[in-house]
């Protein structure tokens, strides 16, 4: 598999906040935060559920990968993604890192890119096992509703 993701019982902004704090304890720094269905709306004329990209690093291991190879750059960093699915749950994924950086046949480099995959593991891990805060709770009952009123009512035969 080339990314990791979990479900997480909580609301999308709850799961947004909740991500920041899982990659402050593992020594991620967030470098920027994009807010794609803003992004898609400024430039499309649609709508879209919330989507939030975390552009992140760990910057030990990344001066151990640049150190390894100046050109590394444009793959070193994790992008943490969380969305709003159309039913209303709300998920945390990012790539794996030996799928990208692991590819890479240097010793170093695969190094980092084991230990940057523990890492990832770790914070989508310490976001999904999170108790669900009272306002989650509210947001999943009322998502099982829409998904209920969305789905065809079961016929009955009457004999």
Known sequence: MYYFSEFVNMSFQDAVGATREALKCRDFKVLAEIDLAEVLKMYLPVGSRPYAILATC?????????????????????????HQCPDGRVEISAADPAA????????????????????????????????????????????????????????????
């Open 100 to 159: 990208t950086i692991g590819t890479i046949n240097d010793v170093e480099l695969m190094g980092v890119a084991r230990e940057l995959r523990s890492m990832v593991q770790h914070v989508i891990k310490d976001v999904a096992s999170r108790p669900a805060p009272r306002s989650a709770l509210g947001h999943r009952k009322q998502a099982d509703r829409q998904l209920a009123r969305m789905l065809p009512k079961p016929r009955v035969a009457r004999l």
């Open 58 to 82: 760990n910057p030990r291991l990344a001066h151990r990968a640049i150190r390894a190879d100046a050109e590394i750059g444009s793959i070193v960093f994790c992008n943490f993604v969380v």
